[in-house]
């Protein structure tokens, strides 16, 4: 451990750790002590090259860069003096000598860190005379990404995130001295699976997601905390919202489970909170044959109905349940509760494989897999034996992940049930052949915990209203229960 004192406050912190590192280590960085920086990054190698991190350092006759100058013990910095202060000036000026007036029309104004620097160190007046150096604007880097050039700063963020993270390596600062630009390396676009997170390092407007630009002004977005449900890893995640409606997903710091980033795969499944074939009502199939839509109360009355005949005339060994990997601790609990209720013990769970990669990417995908497995589903297979060899007349089912190929593929085994209750947050082909069908809210519209692969538990709070009458599966699994009259005492 080593003892630093930095405007005059003592602190404690571990040895071989830059100024920067040991003050995000304490958690004080810009959050305390305000050492501004662009070119370093938490989790990049450093590049020493923007010069904005100066600062004081008692017994050192020059300013050093706070970024890579190595902490020792008793070291005394200052970050907030008139020379640190010239500095900071100095560079601010002379990024801003060639930078376009582009603000008023720019996505990153509102979270551009140019325009926050330049608020809080900038100098009042340019001193040049000189026309700004004109760049290309609007460059197509790839399927995710729109690059302006004059906007950059060349901080090179973006090229050390795709060499050191997804290690693909697409794009270079090409050129010297004034003629450097950034820029993808010939033949090559920026595609990675994680390409968007350049969007999110770049301190300024000069890389943006096709996928959010223009859509909204952010200072008309609320930033709620949150996770992606895309797979088992529960990545962190900001969902932007307004109207009633999630704009984007940004990733939010958890070092235990994401550090910085999220895949482009899972950044883009915000889509699914707010898409057409969201499920917001409930339905039950009527006497034409057909579903009709029906209130909850009714929805839950019918199936109660069906579930209490069967289990009456021919007890509970044949009715099945298969859980999914998207419902919360809470939803899977309750399942629980209602199947012990009844005394079925014939349940499983069903979720998707896909691809999967050594930096976030899990194969399963579904962000609470675990969850429902350390509540005691294991693999749905056994119950779809059950009911492919016809010993099944009823199945209650979360979500649709059993019609993947690698369960189901198809909704004909299903078709001779007596009874087959669906609660899902989206439209599936198992409507062709539910019973009854119960609207589930989506992750950002209730509140619960996921536990993600590596067994860490992690609460979601609602971002959104729910998709019309969408309730959690918990709340209709205890409505269930209660019309059963097998809801014990921990219902709702
Ligand atoms: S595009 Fe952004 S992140 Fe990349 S070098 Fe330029 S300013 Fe830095
Ligand atoms: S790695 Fe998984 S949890 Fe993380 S952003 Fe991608 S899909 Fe979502
Ligand atoms: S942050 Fe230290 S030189 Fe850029």
Wanted: hydrophobic share 40%.
């Amino acid at each position: 451990m080593a003892k630093i004192t930095v405007d005059g406050t003592e602190y404690e912190t571990q040895e071989g750790r830059t100024i920067l590192q040991a003050l995000d280590e304490l958690g004080i960085l810009m959050n305390g002590v305000d050492i501004p920086h662009y070119c370093w990054h938490p989790k990049l190698s450093i590049d020493g090259s923007c010069r904005l991190c100066q600062v004081e350092i008692e017994g050192v006759p020059k300013l050093q860069i706070a970024c890579n100058t190595p902490i020792k013990d008793g070291m005394e910095i200052r970050t907030q003096t008139a020379p640190v202060k010239e500095a900071r000036e100095g560079v601010m000026e002379l990024l801003l000598v060639n930078h376009p007036l582009d603000c008023p029309i720019c996505d990153q104004a509102g979270e551009c860190k140019l325009q926050d620097y330049a608020f809080e160190y900038g100098v009042e007046h340019s001193r040049s005379r000189e026309p700004r150096r004109a760049g290309k604007k609007n460059v197509d880097f790839g399927p995710t990404i729109t690059f302006d050039q004059e906007r950059c700063i060349l901080c090179r963020r973006c090229v050390r995130f795709c060499r050191e993270v997804p290690g693909t390596g697409e794009i270079g600062v090409f050129g010297r001295g004034d003629h450097s630009a950034l820029e993808t390396f010939p033949g090559l676009e920026l595609d990675n699976p994680y390409s968007m997170n350049v969007a999110d390092i770049c301190p300024v407007g000069a890389l943006t997601t096709k996928d959010f630009r223009f859509k909204i002004r952010v200072w008309f977005l609320e930033d709620v905390p949150g996770i992606c449900t895309g797979c088992s890893k529960g990545c962190n995640v900001w969902l932007g919202t307004a109207n009633n409606k999630v704009y984007r997903y940004v990733p939010r710091r958890n070092d235990a489970v994401n550090e910085t980033w999220v895949c482009d795969d899972g950044r883009m499944s915000y889509r699914h909170i707010g898409s057409a074939d969201r499920l917001d009502r409930a339905m039950v199939r009527g006497e034409l044959g057909v579903l009709e839509v029906t209130s909850v109360d009714d929805a839950v009355a019918a199936a109660s109905e069906r579930l209490r005949a069967l289990v009456d005339a021919k007890g509970p060994g044949v009715v099945g349940a298969v859980a999914s990997g998207h419902g919360t601790n809470e939803d899977l609990e309750a399942f629980v509760r209602l199947l012990d209720g009844l005394g079925v013990e014939n349940r499983g769970l069903a979720t998707v494989q896909g691809e999967s990669d050594e930096l976030l990417v899990q194969a399963e995908k579904a962000a609470n897999g675990e969850g429902a497995r350390k509540l005691g589903f294991g693999d749905a297979a056994g119950v779809l034996d059950r009911l492919n060899t016809g010993g099944l007349e009823a199945l209650v089912v979360m979500g649709h992940d059993l019609l993947d190929a690698q369960h189901l593929g198809g909704i004909e085994g299903l078709e001779r049930l007596d009874t087959l209750i669906v609660l899902d947050s989206h439209h599936s082909a198992l409507e062709r052949v539910a019973h009854v069908v119960l609207p589930a809210r989506h992750a950002a519209e209730k509140a619960g915990h996921f536990t993600n692969h590596e067994g860490i538990v992690q609460a979601v709070a609602p971002a959104v209203e729910p998709a019309g009458e969408a309730v959690p599966e918990a709340e209709a699994f205890d409505r269930l229960a209660a019309a059963l009259g097998v809801a014990g005492e921990d219902a709702a």
